[in-house]
């Protein structure tokens, strides 16, 4: 089986379900090749058949060394395997080989049910880096923030510990406790949180009527996101015996997911024109999705909510919104990650997952490792750090290339509102609980502007996703 339209992860797992790969760091005490001439012979840059055989044959070679003197034995499989998560985490942060099992376990989370703790976790300079905690899991519930430090689980450190590792001491049988020691920017002592494991069951969209206004969350890109989105759609207007006035569509801490979900979900919002566009390595791979000729909300005033955890599929989403002018993106900065990665299979070896190809919003921009800038910077709260760690943070990433802009077509069409909007909470602002609205502020602030959108008036060919971009802005 092979994912054609590839697969946008940001280079993260989930706790419980998939490990992402490390590099195995080697040092070398005497014997075989010194550092100096392993040093030399990498130097040499040549793809001729003389010098591949040279290569494999310094390979072989310092497998038998590893064989024959590591302080522990060690089979050939692991070496292997560790060799090949080298090369492919070498390369770019997103990029990984999977074992059959780790394969096996990313299809089940693309389907939306996977058991664990519900913790988005990466590998970040052998730490491990929570990037978002899902919905109503365990993890959300105990509070765990995207940024946090995973540093011990059940007060055995793990620090330098694979990733692959870590995600399977999270695993457990379900109503099984487990401690997390974790490690916050601005927190001077570590946090230590009890959970109880569950089987999770994604819920990838939520939805809620405030007054008039329809809010809808997408929590992540999988095989159920689109449907899910167009069936939360017809409930909000039933809800509302067909008055909705506006739309909110949240993304923030939505790490992303399959590229096809993103097209359909940003096709249901524009009407005509492109969605995003993908350049490969070979010009005849690249490609261009164009939106699908209907707006499901019939041109309402949408607002989208994003953060620094707005990943790959929802910086898709929100670029294309952006860039058509179809919505206004309201939050902060999110994470910066321009590139999409394809699975392909191995049959009875797992897969690998290959970043091939950077993806352009439609005004022609590439925002790898810049990230999408909202229409209006709100922040969460007044002293949170939000996302210290975005894609421009990572090693080993992609370059920024080929894009026509860093900057989206100037916006004229933001109502007065926009502009009274505070950066930050007041003092006075209640703390952030997830259970009671009136507390995000962010949320708050998406709420009023989206109101001022449908009081003000309407043009006639709202929501037809034409805007300001045009073929010749586009990058060809």
């Known amino acids: 089986m092979r994912f054609r339209t590839g697969l946008l992860l940001g280079g993260a797992f989930l706790a419980g379900i998939a490990a992402g790969p490390q590099i195995s760091q080697l040092s070398y005490v005497g014997g075989g090749l010194t550092p100096h001439a392993l040093a030399e012979s990498l130097a040499k840059d040549s793809d001729s058949p003389a010098e591949n055989f040279r290569l494999l044959s310094l ?22 395997i560790n060799a090949l998560n080298g090369m492919l985490s070498g390369l770019d942060p997103h990029s990984s080989y999977m074992t059959e099992k780790q394969y096996g376990d990313l299809q089940v989370q693309t389907k939306g049910e996977f058991g664990g703790l ?60 487990i401690t997390l020691t974790l490690i916050r920017e601005k927190t001077p002592k570590p946090i230590v949180v009890t959970m109880t494991r569950a089987i999770i069951h994604l819920q990838v969209i939520r939805s ?116 058509h002018q179809r919505a206004v993106l309201v939050g902060e900065k999110s994470f910066g990650k321009g590139s999409v990665q394809t699975i ?82 007041p003092a006075t602002w209640p703390s952030f609980d997830p259970t009671k609205p009136a507390t995000d502020f962010q949320l708050q602030q998406g709420l009023k502007i989206v109101r001022a959108m449908a009081a003000g008036p309407r043009s006639a060919d709202a929501g037809t996703g034409t805007g300001a971009v045009t073929e010749a802005s586009r990058h060809e």
């Open 208 to 323: 809620a009527l405030y007054d008039t206004v329809g809010y809808i969350r997408i929590a992540q890109f999988n095989e159920e996101t689109a449907p899910g989105l167009e069936a939360a759609y017809r409930k909000l207007k039933a809800e509302s015996h067909g008055r909705l006035s506006g739309l909110v569509v949240d993304l923030r801490s939505d790490p992303g997911g399959l590229l096809n979900q993103a097209i359909e979900v940003g096709s249901d919002f524009i009407r005509n024109g492109e969605i995003v566009s993908t350049r490969a390595r070979h010009p005849q791979d690249s490609q261009r999705w164009d939106a699908h000729g209907t707006d499901i909300t019939g041109g309402l005033p949408i607002v989208v909510l994003i953060n620094g955890g707005s990943a790959s599929a929802s910086e898709i989403v929100a670029g294309a919104l952006q860039d």
């Open 344 to 425: 392909l299979p191995i049959p009875g070896d797992g897969a690998l997952r290959l970043t091939t190809a950077r993806y352009y919003t439609p005004s022609g921009r590439s925002i790898q490792g810049l990230g999408i800038v909202p229409d209006v910077t709100v922040h969460e709260s007044r002293d949170d750090p939000a996302y210290s760690i975005r894609e421009a943070d990572l090693a080993h990433i992609i370059k920024n290339q080929g894009g026509n802009t860093t900057k989206p077509p100037p916006r004229t069409d933001l109502p007065a509102v926009a502009a009274t909007i505070p950066a930050e909470p």
């Open 59 to 80: 390979f072989g070679h310092v497998l038998e060394q590893v064989k024959a003197n590591y302080v522990e034995p060690v089979s050939n499989r692991d070496l292997i």
């Open 118 to 177: 519900g913790l988005e976790v990466q590998g970040e300079d052998n730490h491990i880096r929570v990037v978002s905690p899902v919905d109503d899991t365990p993890a959300a519930r105990a509070g765990i923030k995207p940024g946090d430090f995973i540093v011990a689980i059940d007060g055995k450190n793990i620090d330098g510990l694979p990733l692959d590792e870590a995600v399977e001491r999270m695993r457990g049988k379900p109503d099984t406790k």
